[in-house]
Nanobody, 125 residues
Framework: QVQLVESGGGLVQAGGSLRLSCAAS????????MGWFRQAPGKEREFVAA????????YYADSVKGRFTISRDNAKNTVYLQMNSLKPEDTAVYYC??????????????????WGRGTQVTVSS
């Protein structure tokens, strides 16, 4: 059974940093595009960042560009999201996702077919 498990969330003060990890099990995602999305209370789940199978291509939402960095270690079947200069508006549940069909990612939620259960990130002001 395919599983994506996020970790690394928590409570941090504004301006701080967190590093999220997403470990995949059940199959290898080393040839698949991967992404991070987030959902704040009362809001739709939104795109945050995505990465190609090799890590050579990355996309970011404008709201996180310059502050967040997505990376991957295919040998460990793991994707990371380094989050710096965190703001209260970054507070959300962060979800890892895999695109079964593409090696180059899109930013469209519906293109990602596998999802983790999410990890809570709370940024206090």
């Amino acid at each position: 059974q395919v599983q994506l498990v996020e970790s690394g969330g928590g409570l941090v003060q504004a301006g701080g940093s967190l590093r999220l990890s997403c470990a995949a099990s059940g199959r290898s995602f080393s040839s698949n595009a991967m992404g991070w999305f987030r959902q704040a209370p009362g809001k739709e789940r939104e795109f945050v960042a995505a990465i190609s199978w090799s890590g050579a291509i990355t996309y970011y939402a404008d709201s996180v560009k310059g502050r967040f960095t997505i990376s991957r270690d295919n040998a460990k079947n793991t994707v990371y999201l380094q989050m710096n200069s965190l703001k209260p508006e970054d507070t959300a549940v962060y979800y890892c996702a895999a695109d079964y069909r593409r090696t180059i990612p899109t930013t469209i939620r519906a293109d990602f077919g596998a999802w983790g259960r999410g990890t809570q990130v709370t940024v206090s002001s």
